[in-house]
Nanobody, 124 residues
Framework: QVQLVESGGGSVEAGGSLRLSCAVS?????????IAWFRQAPGKEREGVAA????????YYADSVKGRFTISQDNAKLTVYLQMNSLKPEDTAMYYC????????????????WGQGTQVTVSG
């Protein structure tokens, strides 16, 4: 069973940075999956913000975060990161890590495994 555990959320002022981590474990082939970060703000739909092909070179970003967020991975630690810079109040949301074989990298269908989420709050 694939398990995803997020960490690194918190409160920060606008313009600040945070790095989210997603620790991946379980019986699967690490190199065959997509890993993505989604976020959901109160009253809004879940939004895919960044994704990458584990073991590959493909990365995908929502237009709203391009140039500010970077998704990366540490294969040795089986951890995926989301570096978030120049944070804005509209980035405030619960951030979720997901793994699977999606139809489209930034859309939820196809992501079978989800973490519990980590809250990011940007003030100012």
């Amino acid at each position: 069973q694939v398990q995803l555990v997020e960490s690194g959320g918190g409160s920060v002022e606008a313009g600040g940075s945070l790095r989210l981590s997603c620790a991946v474990s379980g019986g699967y082939s690490y190199s065959k999956y997509y890993i993505a970060w989604f976020r959901q703000a109160p009253g809004k739909e879940r939004e895919g913000v960044a994704a990458r092909v584990i073991g590959g070179l493909g990365t995908y970003y929502a237009d709203s975060v391009k140039g500010r967020f970077t998704i990366s991975q540490d294969n040795a630690k089986l951890t995926v990161y989301l570096q978030m810079n120049s944070l804005k109040p509209e980035d405030t949301a619960m951030y979720y890590c997901a793994a699977g074989n999606p139809v489209q990298a930034l859309l939820a269908p196809g992501y079978k495994h989800w973490g519990q989420g980590t809250q990011v709050t940007v003030s100012g």
